[in-house]
């Protein structure tokens, strides 16, 4: 059984790198794949709720917005009512002018009725804007909110979460799917009321003035009708396929961006292009069935709305030669076909903002629902400083219950033993320190610190007795002094200067532009890669701790600082008990203890001299690396 290939990301209480699996990790292809992307989503209506009830607290926000909304809208629906009594009048005046029995024009009752127009348009203006003011305040609460709930969900999610997701997708929900629901928050929900208010409102407008030219109006809607439903149908889909595939493209740029030397070393630029031109093949034709069906219905509406005023003006006409309606009526009803057919476009419009989001708010409670590690609050503190011994007692792990890489670990590491675990690559070395760290729980055994069971402390406690140093360093867009305070966030600038001096980088610091307040960028690419696993080590010396675990920590770093990180490290390591993960096995000749380990099992284990002496597995191991490695032994 063999360990299966890791690569290192970031953990918080750690402060180092930790290795990921591979074979765990879903890939990118298969992320794409054709099934993935069709799936409908599981539970449509589930997700409303779910969304309803999180907007609960800011329930009197969302009231006093569509309150607004329906007035804004009700006031914009008298007036082609009034507009038609000024027209009304003004032909009537026409007619009595020219037959000599009135004045050509009511001038005092066209202007009182103008005067409430007025008034109307303001009120309703005014009760938009509170409205919409309302609704964007309440979506920066909201997408506020969701963003620091999934934040802090990041930090309670076991490590397993992160190997079997592409970062791109998890970040994908936290910023597009986040904000899709906050788009429709602060647009399309008050959008949504103010259609159906208008709806109701005109519906009510158009049968106050004529039952008969309503009927006629509203042929038109059996069709709009059945059109909405087809729309929405595909539409959730096509929504929901479109977020995901944005969250694949995001995957794909955000691996090919961190990789990028990588992928220019190896000649790999075709095969990137390659992925993302997929991805994006399939975002696109997702992106375009999506598009398609919300800007379709307007155009639809607009075109059977089209054919409902051609009835409503042969209707009205004939109504007003037998003078049993006004032309002022007419011409509201009018207005009021044309009124009534826009918000129909704009709800199924809105609909199908409504289906997108959600579609994102599932994404996004899928993620708020997912397991947690083991809760531990009602777990006491433990002491501050332990004295280091470690046992391994039956220990038994496996990535998955039907891969086990660990059978029957057992070992016992006495406080202030430098321990050297060696063995070919896949033996599960590095599953042995993740285990320490406890970023996975155990399927047997138990591990000891100091007689006390590692699953009785919390994850910060045990993690806080733990300093690593990896080959890959993690450095952060902070000044250099930030970046070496890490994880000790109390110590002060004199004790971050004292360990850059240990680490030997104190010198080259001063020659920096800023010195120890220089920012390093994103990427660290203002560095280089020696200074960066400096600046790691100067973080573990200042954390001070009490078990010190070290995976190459000198590979990229040069000859001659080698030599002196190499002596500072024999210093750090007096007194602590130390792990010591080794590739070239002539670093770790001096280690009071070697365990060797093979598909899971520690084979051997003894001094380095006594394993030579044993002329077994480890033998061989640090026999050819001089044969074959070309090493010498000095």
């Not at 009231?63 to 507009?83: D, E, K, N, Q, T």
């Not at 809105?350 to 997108?356: C, I």
């Not at 500072?568 to 010591?580: A, I």
């Not at 096995?585 to 001094?607: H, P």
Request: proline content about 3%; overall charge negative; some cysteine.
């Amino acid at each position: 059984m063999s360990e299966r290939n890791e690569h290192e990301h970031t953990h918080d209480d750690s402060h180092v790198t930790q290795e990921t699996s591979h074979t765990e990790q879903k890939n990118y292809s298969d992320m794409m794949g054709g099934e993935g992307l069709a799936a409908k989503a599981k539970d449509p209506m589930k997700a409303l709720k779910k969304l309803v009830a999180y907007l609960a607290p800011y329930k009197t926000e969302l009231i006093i917005s569509l309150v607004f909304a329906i007035f804004s809208a009700a006031f914009a629906v008298i007036g082609p009512r009034l507009m038609g009594r000024v027209t009304t009048a003004l032909v009537d005046g026409i007619v009595a002018y020219w037959a000599g029995t009135g004045l050509l024009t009511n001038f005092p009752y066209m202007m009182t009725i103008t005067w409430w127009l007025i008034a109307l348009y303001i009120v309703s203006a005014l009760c938009n804007l509170v409205q919409e003011l309302v609704l964007s305040k309440l979506s920066m609460k909201v997408t506020f909110k969701l963003r620091g709930e999934i934040s802090e969900k990041m930090h309670r999610l076991p490590i397993n979460y992160y190997d079997s997701r592409s970062q791109g997708e998890i970040l994908s929900r936290v910023t597009n799917d986040v904000d899709v629901i906050s788009q429709t928050l602060s647009q399309n929900l008050s959008q949504l009321a103010r259609s159906i208010t208008t709806i109701v409102g005109v519906l009510a407008m158009m049968i106050w003035i004529s039952p008969l030219m309503t009927l006629a109006a509203l042929l038109v809607i059996p069709p709009s009708m059945m059109i909405m439903m087809v729309v929405l149908k595909r539409s959730y889909v096509y929504y929901g396929t479109q977020q995901e595939a944005l969250g694949a493209v995001s995957g794909i740029v955000e691996e090919t961006f961190s990789g990028h030397n990588i992928v220019m070393a190896y000649s790999g630029e075709a095969d990137a292009e390659e992925k993302f031109v997929a991805a994006n093949n399939k975002l696109r034709a997702a992106a375009w069935k999506a598009d398609f069906m919300t800007n379709i219905v307007e155009p639809i509406f607009t075109f059977v709305g089209n054919l409902g005023y051609v009835l409503v003006c042969v209707l009205g006409g004939y109504l007003v030669v037998q003078r049993a309606i006004t032309i002022g009526d007419v011409q509201a009803f009018i207005q009021y076909v044309q009124t009534f057919t826009q918000p129909l476009g704009e709800l199924g419009a809105s609909s199908n903002m409504m289906q997108n989001t959600i579609a994102a708010s599932e994404r996004v409670f899928e993620f708020l629902e997912e397991e947690e590690e083991e809760d531990e609050t009602g777990k006491a503190p433990h002491k501050e400083r332990y004295e280091g011994a470690v046992t391994f007692q039956n220990v038994r792990f496996g990535y998955s219950p039907d891969k086990i890489i660990l059978n029957d670990f057992s070992a016992e590491i006495a406080a202030g033993q430098t321990v050297a675990i060696v063995g070919p690559t896949g033996a599960g070395k590095t599953t042995v320190v993740k285990l320490l760290m406890r970023f996975y729980e155990l399927n047997g055994g138990r591990i000891l610190i100091d007689g006390t069971d590692a699953a009785d402390f919390t994850r910060k406690d045990l993690r806080n007795v733990f300093g690593m140093v990896l080959q890959d360093t993690w450095i952060y867009n902070a000044s250099i002094m930030e970046n070496i305070r890490y994880g000790s966030p109390h110590a002060t600038d004199e004790q971050v200067v004292a360990a850059a001096k240990a680490a030997h980088c104190h010198s080259f610091i001063r020659t920096l532009p800023g010195g120890y307040n220089m920012i390093l960028n994103e990427e660290a690419s203002n560095i280089s890669q020696g200074q960066k696993q400096l600046f790691t080590i100067a973080r573990v010396i200042l954390r001070n701790p009490s078990i010190l675990i070290l995976d190459e920590a000198t590979s990229s770093i040069d000859t001659r600082t080698e030599i002196l990180i190499q002596r500072t490290m024999k210093e750090l390591m007096q007194g602590r008990t130390s792990f010591v993960i080794a590739h070239r096995l002539s670093t770790i000749r001096d280690a009071d203890l070697i365990l060797v380990m093979k598909d899971g099992d520690i084979i051997e284990k003894g001094s380095h001299s006594q394993l030579l002496t044993q002329q077994g597995f480890y033998a061989d191991l640090y026999n050819s690396q001089f044969t074959e490695g070309g090493e010498h032994e000095e």
